[in-house]
């Protein structure tokens, strides 16, 4: 499966899912899906700049790998959406964001078996 079924099948899990995206070793979004209907709050620009910052902190949490494990997931809640990451492998990372108040768990749970998919490749 490429980046691109991913990003379809992941929009395709629960229509809570607004956005799905692969962000590279670089932070630069090289896949992106919309859910269809769904309202966009950011602009091109401002949504690279906030893959970005989402690929800067999923590097910082590096640092302390070594003591407590690789991170296997982040969410960070904000008024509008709620944005999530996991890790694909040790360069690209997946990024998604939901409509606010959503059962992340639930999603992330669900997310989690298509990504193993893609490491395993």
């Known amino acids: 499966m490429g980046y691109d079924e ?8 629960d229509s809570k899912i607004r956005f799905a995206g692969v962000v590279n070793s670089q932070g630069i979004l090289i896949n992106d899906m919309n859910q269809e209907g769904v309202e966009q709050y950011l602009s091109k620009d401002e949504l690279n700049m906030s893959v970005h910052y989402s690929k800067l902190a999923w ?4 640092n302390l ?3 407590i494990g690789n991170e296997t997931a982040s969410v960070v809640e904000f008024d509008k959406v709620t944005l999530i990451s996991l890790p694909l492998n040790n360069s690209n990372l997946f990024v998604a964001s939901l409509e606010p108040k959503e059962d992340y768990f639930k999603i ?3 997310m989690k078996p298509l990504i193993q998919n893609i490491i395993k490749e």
């Open 6 to 13: 991913l990003c379809k099948n992941i929009l395709e899990l």
């Open 59 to 62: 590097e910082k949490s590096k």
């Open 65 to 67: 790998s070594y003591r």
């Open 108 to 110: 992330i749970f669900k």
